[in-house]
């Protein structure tokens, strides 16, 4: 995470705490941080030095215009006129992390070769929430290179209860039983 996307997203995470309108911004940030990803040119386009500030606003105002918050959209425009639009996705996570801490929310990545049957990954979620303690917000990703069983990545830590990780740790092990 880049330096300005901490700096920018804990800022704007203090005002929305502030306005208490965290949740509403949070979830327009999760919008707009999509609209982004599927709009690359159009990121390209607001980041653009050669064509004047006061049109890319202008962009930014008729794509936008009402359906935002006010806030967050002069916060893009602050990062439009900074030339930072780039670091928006960092400024999301580091708005999330804030706001995920505040209300006791930590985020997990299951990854299994085929989907989980709907019973399963709500067994899963349960099962890290009362690990942790806290909400588990789980997302899932399907791989079939791990040939079987689960991954998790909770945070900072990972659970790697697949094939595919049981036979690099055996290799791991036979290479060094060998040196």
Do not use: W
């Not at 990121?43 to 359906?67: C, H, M, Q, W, Y």
């Amino acid at each position: 995470m880049t330096r300005a996307g901490e700096l920018y997203g804990q800022s704007l995470y203090d005002l929305a705490v502030s306005e208490s309108i965290s949740d509403e911004i949070l979830k327009e940030m999760e919008t707009v941080k999509t609209i982004f990803a599927e709009n690359p040119d159009y990121v390209t386009l607001l980041s653009e030095p050669s064509i004047p500030k006061k049109e890319r606003l202008r962009l930014l105002d008729e794509a936008f215009g009402s359906s935002l918050q006010e806030y967050l959209l002069n916060f893009i425009k602050i990062l439009v006129e900074k030339g930072l639009l780039r670091s928006f996705s960092a400024c999301f996570k580091r708005y999330r992390a804030s706001y995920n801490s505040d209300h006791g929310i930590e985020d997990a990545v299951v990854t299994s070769a085929i989907p989980l049957k709907a019973d399963s990954f709500e067994q899963l979620k349960k099962k890290l929430e009362a690990m942790t303690g806290k909400k588990i917000v789980l997302r899932q990703k399907v791989d079939p290179g791990v040939l079987g069983g689960i991954r998790v990545e909770l945070e900072d830590r990972l659970y790697d209860g697949t094939v595919k990780g049981r036979l690099k740790e055996l290799g791991k092990k036979f290479d060094e039983t060998v040196l």
